[in-house]
């Protein structure tokens, strides 16, 4: 019903850019919340980024001043600037959002994530 498309990973060297896209689709009537997380080998699934509705951010502290996250309500679409990328960078990173459907009903829904490797 809902479907969360992402893109823009791939390979970066160190001090570069990048830049994610996560786009909804499907029966929503609204998002309430939609964030970044992401998750490198041997550790646990991390928030980085998370965006409201009313553009109300937050930052895990180890992405603060580096990344900028953006929404477009009208696309239902969400954005990860990521700047001077470093190799703890790696990892592979989620969408995700908490959609309300036409039954008013809300849901967590995740991309199948995008891999981004930082690497001289």
């Known amino acids: 019903q809902v479907q969360l498309v992402e893109s823009g990973g791939g390979l970066v060297q160190p001090g570069g850019s990048l830049s994610l896209s996560c786009a909804a689709s499907?029966?929503?009537?609204?998002?309430?919340?939609m964030d970044w997380y992401r998750q490198a080998p041997g550790k646990q699934r991390e928030l980085i980024a998370a965006i409201t509705s009313d553009g109300i951010t937050n930052y895990a502290e180890s992405v603060k001043g580096r990344f900028a996250i953006s929404r477009d309500n009208v696309k239902n679409s969400m954005y990860l600037q990521m700047n001077s990328l470093k190799p703890e960078d790696t990892a592979v990173y989620y969408c995700?959002?908490?959609?309300?459907?036409?039954?008013?009903?809300?849901?967590?829904?995740w991309g199948q994530g995008t891999q981004v490797t930082v690497s001289s």
């Open positions: 995700h959002a908490n959609v309300v459907t036409f039954t008013r009903r809300s849901f967590s829904y």
């Open positions: 499907g029966s929503i009537f609204s998002i309430n919340v």
